[in-house]
């Protein structure tokens, strides 16, 4: 089964007054009927900074057979006259970088943090979803008596 959002998002970086659109690749359920089954996101990510004028895509490959190539996303980004000025290469579950095509030079991008403890076993959460079912004292006050961290079982 697979999805293909037809809309565009918007993100808009108050610190540097610039405005980012960019196109969601497609995601697929695999193993909907035998074997483990998981959602894979793959394909074109294209963005524009509608500030600069820059562009870049971003694809993300498909997992080959046995898994080769899982999470591997490769790319680039070009200045508004179509120059490139970056290639982007990486795992979409460990780092992102961008190269200098100039000077060859590499930058971390975005690097991501390590599962915690029984991740498999509790659905995959990170330390931040898992927080969000938190309930403390002070939280409880403010709560409606409908809201599901208030149930006994």
Not at 56 to 71: I, P, V, Y
Not at 102 to 131: I, M, S
Request: proline letters at 4%.
């Amino acid at each position: 089964m697979e999805f293909q959002s037809l809309s565009t998002a918007f993100i808009k970086l108050k610190r540097y007054n610039e405005t980012i659109t960019y196109k969601r690749p497609k995601t697929t359920v695999k193993n909907l009927i035998m074997g483990e089954m998981y959602l894979e996101v793959h394909g074109e990510l294209p963005f524009v900074n509608k500030t600069t004028g820059e562009t870049g895509l971003l694809e993300l490959k498909e997992r080959g057979w046995g898994g080769s190539g899982a999470h591997q996303m490769t790319g680039w980004v070009k200045d508004k006259n179509g120059n490139m000025k970056y290639k982007l290469e990486g795992k979409w579950n460990s780092q992102l970088e961008a190269i200098d095509v100039n000077t060859k030079q590499k930058t971390v991008l975005w690097k991501g943090r390590a599962h915690p403890d029984k991740f498999k076993e509790n659905y995959c959460f990170t330390d931040f979803a898992r927080q969000m079912n938190n309930l403390n004292k002070e939280l409880a006050a403010y709560l409606p008596p409908t809201d599901s961290r208030l149930r006994p079982d």
